[in-house]
């Protein structure tokens, strides 16, 4: 499914999701992780700076406690920003703990999208 909302343009399979303000805090370094790859990039960045942007402002919108619209498609862009992040953190002493965070955050971006519903959104690439 395919929505046009009003706050957040075009999204795919849109859900309305509660973040805990460190989540949000968390979310956003990624997006800012990934804004730098970008901005670094001389041609092919491997992500849109316009959608990065376009997401973190929909993150820190809502008060806390209010739902935030994401859909499929920014759950695996933020998704590709935590692997990127986990890979180039490989050497550094706190690993482990950025390796916990990725999968922690994965499971709670993931659950809100089923099985059928990931493999269908990942066939499209």
Not at 28 to 44: F, H, R, Y
Not at 93 to 103: K, L, R
Request: glycine share 4%.
């Amino acid at each position: 499914m395919l929505v046009v909302d009003k706050y957040c343009g075009t999204v795919i399979q849109p859900r309305d999701i509660v973040f805990e303000r460190d989540a949000v805090t968390a979310l956003t370094e990624i997006l800012g992780i990934m804004a730098d790859q970008v901005m670094g990039e001389v041609s092919n960045p491997r992500w849109e700076i316009a959608k990065l942007a376009d997401l973190e402002a929909r993150l820190m919108q809502p008060a806390d406690g209010d739902p935030v619209t994401i859909g499929i498609d920014d759950a695996a862009l933020l998704l590709d920003g935590m692997a990127f992040t986990e890979v180039m953190s490989v050497e550094f002493p706190w690993f482990e703990m950025v390796q916990w965070t990725a999968d922690f955050v994965t499971a709670e971006l993931r659950q809100h999208w089923t099985e059928d519903e990931w493999r269908d959104f990942s066939a499209r690439a």
